[in-house]
C-alpha cells in the first residue's frame, strides 16, 4: 500500500510505500530527505496543498510569537516532529501574519493545535502539551 506525502521543501506530493519505520526517504523532484520532518511555516495555500495531498494526519500549531505558551511549547511542537518523521506532518501558522486563518479555523486562544486526516479536521487542543503529550495524541490518528 501507498501513501502520498507532501514534501516539505519544495511542496511536491510524493507516493511512497506505506511503513511503520523509514530508514531513508527522499522527495521525487527535489531530492531532499522526507524525513526531515521539523515544523514547516504555512500561510494559506501552502495549508491547503498539504490538507489536499496528504494520506499522513497534518498537525497544525496556530501561535503568535508575543504569546509566552506558545514559544514554550515551540521545542516540544519541534522535538514531536522530529521523533515522527512520515506519521504525520507537522506546521505552524503564526496568527498575525494568517489572521483569515486563524478566524477560518475559528482560533480564539493559543496556541491551539487542530490534526487533519484526508483534509478534515478531526480533533483540536487549546494550551501548551510537552512533546510526549503531542505525540501521544497525534498517535491516535495515525
Known sequence: MNINVVCPHCLKVNRI??????TKANCG????????SKPVSVDANKLGIFLANSDIPVV?????????????????????ALAMPLQAQFLKVNTEEQQ???????????????V????????????ALSASRLQSWVKQFV
Not at 483569515?100 to 487542530?114: D, K, V
Open 100 to 114: 483569515a486563518l486563524g478566524a477560518q479555523y475559528g482560533i480564539r486562544s493559543i496556541p491551539t493545535l487542530i
Open 29 to 36: 523532484a527535489c531530492k531532499k530527505l522526507l524525513l526531515d
Open 116 to 127: 487533519f486526516k484526508n483534509g478534515k479536521q478531526v480533533d483540536q487542543l487549546s494550551g
Open 17 to 22: 510505500p506505506k511503513k511503520d519505520h523509514y
Open 60 to 80: 497544525v500549531d496556530f501561535w503568535a510569537p508575543w504569546c509566552g505558551p506558545c514559544l514554550q511549547m515551540a521545542p516540544a511542537f519541534e522535538e514531536a
